[in-house]
Structure formats: C-alpha cells, structure tokens
C-alpha cells in the first residue's frame, strides 16, 4: 500500500530494437527488388506479336486455323499456337460488345469425352480468366518471396548469434548514427517548455552553428563539446534536437546504449564514422546519447569493459583530432555525470556543461501546454492544479499524462478530454492504472481502510509533513489503497524535521493495523512502506549525515554513487554496525511517534475507516472536516 507518489524510481529508456527492425526492412526490400527484377525479365523473355482482333477471331473460326487456345484476361487475348506450348500472340478486344458478339465462338462448348478432344483438334480451346489486378501480382510476388526473407532474416539472426567479428567487411562498421537533416521535422526551442537558463546557454552555441565566421574572425576558440546533465525524461534528447533545429543544421545522432550491443571492435569503427560524417556536413552537431553507458569511470567497470574503453578513447580520440574551424560541436547527454570519466571533461573535450533540471510549477504548466496543444479539451481541464500536483515529475512524466489524458477520453468515448480524464491519467502514471475488479474481501477492505487511515491521519497531524490530499481503498496498480500526500509548493530541500515526520506517516498504516487487529494480525499490505522508511531512513544516516550518534558524518558506498569500489565497504564492521543501529533508531521513533499519534486519535481512526469503507474516496474536501478533530500528543512531538 504505497503512502505517497512523489518518489518514484525513473527507468532509463533503451532504444536498441528499432535498429534491427530497420536492418531486417532493409534486406526484405532489398529482396522484394531483387525478386521483382527477376520476374520481370522471366516475363519480358517471350515477345509476342500484336495481331489485330478481326483477324484472330477469322483464324479461330477456321478449323483449318492455326491456334491452339486462346486465354482472354479482361480486354487482352494470349494465342497460343498449335503444336507451341506458349502464347506468342496477343491481341486486345475493342469495347463494342463481347468477344462473342463479335464473332468469336466457342465451337467445342458443351461437348464431352472423344467429341470434344476432336473438336479441340481444330478449334481453339477458349479460357475466360480472371482479371489479375495489380495488388494480385504483388500478393504473388510476396508469396514467392516470403521463404526468402525468413531464410534472410534467419541467416542475419544466425550472424548475430555468433557474434561475427568480420565486421568491416559486412559493413557493421558504418555508423547506425540517425540524421536529422533540416528539412526533417524540425525541432526548435518552442518545443521546449522551461528550462529558460539552459535555452540561454544552448544560444550561444546556436549562434555560432549558424555563424561560424563572426567568431573566427575575432579567434575565438569555439566551443567543442557540450554536455547536457540532468535526470531522465528532463528534455535533453529533446534539447539537443532543438540546436540542430534552431541552427539548421544536420543533427547526427547516436546513443550510448547502442554501443554497448555492438560486435568486438565495431564501436570504435562506429564513432570514427559518425565522425567524418559529421565532418562533411559541417557545420553539424552530433550528439552522443547517454553518453554514461559507454563512458564510465574506467575504475567503475571491472574487467567487463575493453569494448567501452575502446569506443571511448576513440571519442576523445576524435574530439582532440578536431581543428578548430572543423565546425563541429559535440553534444553529449546523461543522467549521471558523476559516473563519467574525467578524461572526457577535461577542457577542449566536453568542457561546457548544461544543466537541464526538473521542471518547477511555472515550467511544468509550460509543458503540460505544449503537450495538450492540438488536443481537444473541455471548459473544466484544470492544467494549473495539475502542474501543482506534479512536483518532481519530469517533461516526459507530463508528456506521458498528457497522452494517457487523450486514451482514456477516447476509450470512454468523449469528444473532449475532461478534468475527470486527467486526474485518472496523472494517478494511473503515478501509481498504476485502478483495479476494480480486484476482489478485496470484506476483512481485507477494513484492514486497507484503517491502514490508510493510518497514513492520513499521522501525516495530517504531524506539524512538518504535507498536507493529504486524497485516500482511496480501490485498489490501483500492485497498491491496494492509497494515501496522497501533496506538498503546497516545490522545494529543493528537506529539513531533518520534515524527514521525520515522512517516516513516521510511512509507519502509520502498519501501525493502524496492529492497534486494531492486534500484534499477530500484522499483514503483508505494509511491505512497500517499510521499504521505503528504510531506505529513507538509510540515506538520512549515509548520505546526509543525520544519524544521531554520526551528526554530520557522511559513509558514501557504492549504491550511493559517491565513490566506487570494486569490493568492500570503504569502512570498517564497526562502523557498519553503527549505521545500522543508526537506521533502526530512526525507524524505531518512527514507529513510537505513529503509535502515540494513533492512540490520541482513535476514534477518529475508526471514524475515517469508515468513511473509507462507505465512500471508498475521500478527496481533499471530504477530509478537511474530518480531519480537523486530529489532536497531536506531545510525546510525538519533536520540537
Ligand atoms: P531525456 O533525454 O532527458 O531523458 P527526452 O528529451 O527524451 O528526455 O524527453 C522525453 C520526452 O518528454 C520528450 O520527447 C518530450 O515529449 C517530453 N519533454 C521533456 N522535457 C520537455 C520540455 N521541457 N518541454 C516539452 N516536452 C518535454
Ligand atoms: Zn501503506
Ligand atoms: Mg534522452
């Protein structure tokens, strides 16, 4: 039962199928080529005659006469002579009336047996076919030429298989790197909700793509490499495009992720091909993807990592081999710049660093703009509230809304996308989509009921926590309930106080089960809670020094990215046990303060279940009066 919706683990996109899809396209045209060649020179071998149709319908008549069968497909006739085993003859009806208005009979209709092999002997025999239209000859072809593509496709997954290192030969070595050329579908800054102090860093770059000759002149070193940081789906890829498309200029682009599935020895080959591509299109951007994924710190990688090494000392490679008039400007983009190599940040590499961050209120209202731009949407869409209920949400966690706002209109067959919409799009990204068909019996329902009541009423006492905005019982996703708890405005810092008082509402829906169902009903409903105390709780000791006994002391490890060992703890057994004595305590007052909180309020606990139970919702302004009857004990209290 997931207590609030503002962490969320964001997944790193990868991107590597699209590339084999478009290898296998590739050869299955090439093939369908290839095949549509072959048939037509098979057919272009025999070269018949053209004879007019009066005198193929008086030779037809004759029983004297010399052709064979005569097959009639739509308006044109194939003569097949006697004693040849292919028409070498056509002929085309003219439009007045059938061919047997004029004149051509079917002499051996209607015979049988010997009768009619004796007539055939001098009559022609007459086939009416089927007028073939051209897809026919097209579904025909691809019926040949099916078996043949599996057989290709087969061969290039075999390939794949054993991992060929033939490379060069088989072309592997050219660059899959995508060029956005300037009459792509342009990408420019409008596209690019917020993130106003990055556009203005990216300007200057932009200005110098479109000219180059104005910073020359004045020997000015131009910049080489630029780096995007900042957390996934922030809009860096998007950003990126967005120079090539202001400047005008080919955008060649790459990412790191595809390094990585690459043959022994193909990235290296990959990077000086992007390269001189590049080069002969200046001026031109490429831009390096993810960048981390073939970049990181080489103590970082264990063993496992030649291939990477090999692509990355070809990219710095490359960079110092740049003139300073090359008119190439590198970009690069990733999500942890503290992983990367510092061989790659040293100056006349990627020495410009651009920070693309989190959007605020103001900029999250920006892209929710952007993005239900061209969307129909009625009076009542409330895109200010819901930017509000947004914080740490990212640009692509907004796009995503957005279009989840526009399918769930059209499956409940609205003409415009309603507030009601959008609310069930933001908490279907946030938590998953509801279940209502997941059967809860009555037992588990109150238990759910109180565990979220739980939740609600320990964080709406406790003077340092958000304020709830919603609880629901239906279940949504793998949660079975939800308490939502939002905060009136962005902040980029949380005080020790405030940290608190999130682990204590974390423990308040386990704690509401025991107080009611007594100590051996404890259900399994609380697991993700107490995941998340415990990680919270860890990285208040670890990594912002707030453990009690260790104020102020920080125990970086590997998890917390702040250096990277190969293996170990940088610190000693002792010390682990202190941090870990330190995590307990955290969560053990936690629990204490959720417990007391709980106590004074219990019979508001057993009047918000019910009204959960009986209205399965609660929205912020059913709960304001409720709630307000909340005491805090002065045991729960902090300062
Ligand atoms: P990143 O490369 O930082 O992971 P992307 O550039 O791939 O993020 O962003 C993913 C999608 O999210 C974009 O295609 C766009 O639809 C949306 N998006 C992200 N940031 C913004 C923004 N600032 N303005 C508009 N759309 C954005
Ligand atoms: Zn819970
Ligand atoms: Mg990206």
Redesign the pocket.
């Known amino acids: 039962m997931a207590e609030n919706i503002t962490n969320k683990t964001k997944g790193k996109?990868v991107n590597n199928k699209s590339n084999t899809i478009r290898s296998v396209l590739f050869a299955v045209v090439l093939v369908f080529l290839g095949a549509f060649l072959i048939s037509n020179m098979s057919y272009n071998k025999v070269q018949k005659t053209e004879v007019p149709i009066s005198e193929v319908i008086t030779r037809a008549n004759d029983p004297e006469g010399d052709i064979a069968r005569i097959a009639v497909t739509g308006n044109t006739l194939d003569i097949t002579l006697k004693g040849k085993d292919q028409p070498t003859e056509t002929s085309r009806k003219d439009n007045s009336g059938t061919l047997y208005d004029q004149g051509l009979v079917n002499h051996c209709e209607d015979l049988e047996g010997e009768e009619l092999t004796k007539c055939q002997e001098s009559y022609p025999i007459i086939e009416y076919k089927e007028d073939v239209d051209a897809w026919g000859i097209v579904l025909d072809v691809a019926l040949t030429v099916l078996p043949i593509v599996a057989i290709v496709i087969f061969f290039s997954w075999m390939m794949k298989q054993a991992n060929m290192a033939n490379n060069q030969s088989l072309g592997f070595g050219k660059s899959k790197a995508r060029l956005y050329g300037p009459d792509k579908k342009k990408v420019t800054f409008k596209d690019v909700a917020g993130n106003e102090a990055a556009k203005q860093d990216l300007t200057e770059i932009v200005d110098f793509l479109k000219s180059p000759k104005k910073y020359e002149k004045l020997g000015a070193k131009i910049p080489r490499g630029v780096l995007l940081a900042g957390e996934?789906g922030t809009g860096?890829?998007l950003m990126a495009r967005a120079v090539a498309g202001e400047a005008n200029v080919p955008f060649f682009s790459i990412s790191g992720s595809e390094f990585a599935e690459m043959f022994v020895g193909v990235g290296a080959s990959r990077v000086r091909d992007l390269f001189s591509k590049a080069k002969k299109n200046a001026p031109s951007i490429i831009f390096i993807?993810?960048i981390d994924a073939v970049a990181h710190k080489r103590d970082a990688r264990g063993g496992a990592g030649r291939e990477d090494e090999q692509t990355l000392n070809q990219i710095l490679v490359e960079m110092d081999g740049f003139d300073n008039d090359s008119g190439v400007i590198v970009m690069a983009?990733t999500n942890r710049v503290d992983m990367l190599d510092k061989a790659l940040l040293r100056p006349g590499r990627f020495d410009r660093h651009v920070n693309v961050t989190l959007p605020e209120r103001k900029d999250r209202l920006e892209i929710l703009k952007v993005h239900f731009k061209g969307k129909p949407v009625s009076e009542d869409v409330d895109l200010e509230s819901l930017a509000k209920k947004t914080a740490g949400s990212s640009g692509a966690d907004l796009a995503n809304i957005a279009n989840e706002a526009a399918i769930t209109a059209a499956r409940e067959g609205h003409k415009a996308i309603s507030n009601k919409d959008l609310t069930e799009a933001f908490e279907r990204v946030a938590i998953g989509p509801e279940r209502k068909s997941k059967v809860m019996n009555d037992m588990e329902k109150k238990i759910t009921a109180y565990h979220e009541a739980g939740h609600a009423i320990v964080g709406h006492v406790l003077p340092d926590s958000d304020p709830v905005h919603k609880i629901t019982i239906i279940p949504r996703g793998n949660t079975g309930g939800v308490t939502w708890f939002l905060p009136p405005e962005d902040r980029s810092y949380k005080n020790i106080f405030e940290l608190k008082d999130i682990l204590a509402r974390g423990m308040g829906g386990r704690v509401a089960e025991k107080l009611i169902f007594g100590t051996d009903a404890i259900t399994t409903g609380a697991s993700s809670d107490l995941k998340n105390v415990a990680e919270l709780a860890k990285s208040m000791v670890v990594e912002e020094g707030m453990g009690e006994n260790t104020r102020n002391l920080v125990f970086p490890d590997e998890a917390t990215g702040y250096y990277t060992i190969t293996a170990g703890k940088p610190y000693s057994e002792k010390t682990a046990e202190i941090i870990d004595a330190e995590i307990k305590k955290l969560s053990d007052e936690a629990a204490k303060r959720a417990e007391e909180v709980l106590k004074t309020n219990k019979k508001l606990l057993d009047k918000l279940a019910g009204e959960l139970l009986a209205h399965e919702t609660l929205e912020e302004n059913d709960l304001g009066p409720l709630l307000k009857e909340a005491k805090l004990p002065i045991a729960a209290k902090l300062h």
């Open positions: 996109p996934p860096k890829t993807d993810e983009a």
